[in-house]
């Protein structure tokens, strides 16, 4: 078995959008809209180098909003791939939950078991994959990926600022991480210091991509 880095999208791999017209922060809506953040690459590539297998666990209810189609998702996961192969990384895994619990499109109208705070995509991943959930990382933004992450018993990172408000949160949540960093591309340097390198199969492979 092999650990696995699983890896929030929209905050961590890529740079969220503002949206003036409704006055929120949300997904790319479109391809062009799509940029990767900073140093994302370079973090991954050691995070690989280490060990790890890169594994995408992303709620993405933007289709079950209308806020783009099918094609549009397809094409905008297309870019990340190329992206992220221009610094020599490339992904094993993408699970993705299309649902939302109010969804205008009804056919993703659906309270689920992957949509995180619930750990349904990263345990049909771990089995798909062979993963030692115990040796695995859960990096997000967000405390619905740290929730998921410890359910499973990852070792779990929070990028971002913390305040009392979100303190107080992850208490009330039970989902204080285990470690928060500011960006993406302390990532790896904390995992160094964690020094829990994984074995890794290298073999070439075509990524699996997973809608729920």
């Known amino acids: 078995m092999t650990g696995a880095a699983f890896l929030d999208r929209d905050g961590v791999i890529n740079q969220m ?28 590539r050691r995070l690989e180098r280490l060990g790890y297998k ?5 709620n993405q209810p933007g289709i079950a909003k209308g806020h783009f189609t099918e094609e549009t998702f397809e094409k905008i996961s297309h870019k990340m791939r190329m992206e992220l192969e ?13 649902h939302h619990p109010s969804a205008k499109r009804l056919v993703y ?17 771990a ?3 062979n993963i030692d959930l115990a040796g695995s990382l859960m990096i997000g933004d967000g405390l619905v990926d740290v929730k998921a992450g410890k359910l499973v018993g990852c070792t779990t990172i929070l990028i971002g ?7 107080r949160l992850m208490k009330d949540l039970d989902a204080e991480p285990d470690f928060v960093v500011h960006s993406i591309d ?7 210091r964690l020094k829990i ?7 070439k492979h075509a990524v699996q991509v997973r809608l729920c």
Not at 54 to 58: A, D, P, R
């Open 186 to 192: 302390e990532v790896a340097n904390l995992v160094e």
């Open 197 to 203: 390198p994984r074995e890794r199969d290298h073999q």
């Open 127 to 129: 089995k798909e994959h």
């Open 86 to 98: 221009k610094y020599d990384v490339k992904l094993d895994g993408e699970y993705y939950c299309l």
């Open 109 to 125: 109208r659906l309270n689920c078991e992957c949509r995180k705070p619930k750990p349904g995509l990263i345990l049909k991943a």
């Open 54 to 58: 890169l594994i995408v666990i992303s």
């Open 17 to 44: 959008v503002y949206y003036p017209e409704h006055g929120i922060v949300d997904s790319p809506f479109t391809f062009k809209q799509f940029n990767l953040m900073p140093g994302v690459g370079y973090s991954l």
């Open 161 to 167: 600022s913390v305040n009392s408000l979100l303190t």
